[in-house]
């Protein structure tokens, strides 16, 4: 790792006034971006730490609104107890990031600021149509998540947290490469007031995308089963040497399946 | 450089480090605690895995200046004297060791797991938390017996407290 120095923020108005310092970066839970400094993908002059600032940690639950602090753990997000009355498929996909080790230090604000492709977060929060707060203003999901490790944030801004309303049903399901554990498939399946959306992530060759034929096929008949024959086109999926677009197309389809059949359950 | 300040294994410590110091290295080498093992160096194996305020986490990739003012447990603050943790003394008695390169995270690892399931683990549970800990040499099997025996062990013993307690 290159020389790096390090600011412990103690208010996001503290941590807005570090991050201008030299080639700063925001650092909260660590797990994406300490790895990445170690193998020199990435070398910032300044850390601005985020951790340990209080409002922005916890789940909130106000009715059918959930706010969750940009800095709560993943442990915290799966093991919340208002979270899982109100949106349990939120906790379930929180419970399956990574391993305990990185569940006790890997945030929500962290996971969706990298916008890694294969990251479990972005889909979940593309799907619930949440909105992602920042020290500056509100961002919709659908317009947050702009590619490959690309996001709508600005040099500077910090997101402070993400707010949804609880979806009536809704359900996680991903296929893991079987060595980084990482999503090959991964879809998040949520029918709320506004109808059906379906976010995939892990097979999108710009990332997290919404899958139109499937949301077309549940918006008439919310059951796995109006899922058969449904074709997912290949086309700007990825392929690699885990799995060919082909593979993933069909993936998609399989997990929308057993996700809504989750949610059905 | 930054003063980093820890409370490891009940005993504060303190010393300077490089803010691009890991909290493997500090604990390693500033502090000669080398039960905490680097393994993959890339937080994948979990032989770095010690406890930060309560939690099992992989001092790979943490700085020791985040964990500054952090109460630290690792492998060596375990055990009471000459008396193995129940933990310990389950992977010596089930031999869920053969290079023990891993032990010390999986050991890390176990306590914190059984600590979070107060209702007991089942194989499926143990070996689904074992996610983040990697053996070359066992084949996990030991290692996921051991920590059953531990976690029912642990249990009689809370129970125990309870009833003097009582």
Known sequence: MYSVNYHRATSVADAAKLIKSGDAKLLSGGMTLIPAMKTRLAAPSDLVDLSRIKELQGVKVSGKTVTVGAATTHYDVASDEKLKKACPALAQMASLIGDPAVRYRGTIGGSIANNDPAADYPAALLALGATIVTNKRQIAAGKFFTGLFETALKDGEIITAVSFTAPAKAAYEKFRNPASRYAIVGVFVAKGKDGVSVAVTGAGDDGVFRSKEIEAALAKNFAASALDGVKVPAKNLMSDIHASADYRANLIAVMAKRAVAAANA | ?166
């Open chain 2, 1 to 166: 450089m930054s003063d980093v300040s820890l409370m490891v294994n009940g005993k504060r410590v303190s010393g300077t480090a490089e803010d691009r110091t890991l909290l493997v290295h500090f604990l390693r080498e500033n502090l000669g605690l080398t039960g905490t093992h680097v393994g993959c160096d890339t937080s994948q194996c979990g032989a770095c895995v010690v406890h930060v305020d309560g939690k099992a986490v992989k001092s790979c990739s943490m700085l020791a200046v985040q964990a500054s003012g952090s109460n630290i447990v690792t492998i060596e603050g375990l055990a009471n004297g000459a008396d193995l943790h129940p933990v310990q003394a389950a992977f010596k008695e089930h031999h869920g060791l053969q290079c023990g390169f891993c032990t010390p995270g999986m050991i890390m690892t176990a306590t914190d797991m059984i600590a979070r399931h107060p209702e007991g683990l089942d194989e499926a549970t143990v070996r689904a938390e074992l996610e983040g800990n990697i053996c070359r040499c066992t084949g996990y099997h030991n290692i996921v017996k051991a920590i059953l025996a531990a976690s029912k062990t642990m249990a009689k013993g809370a129970k125990g407290k309870a009833k003097q307690a009582a």
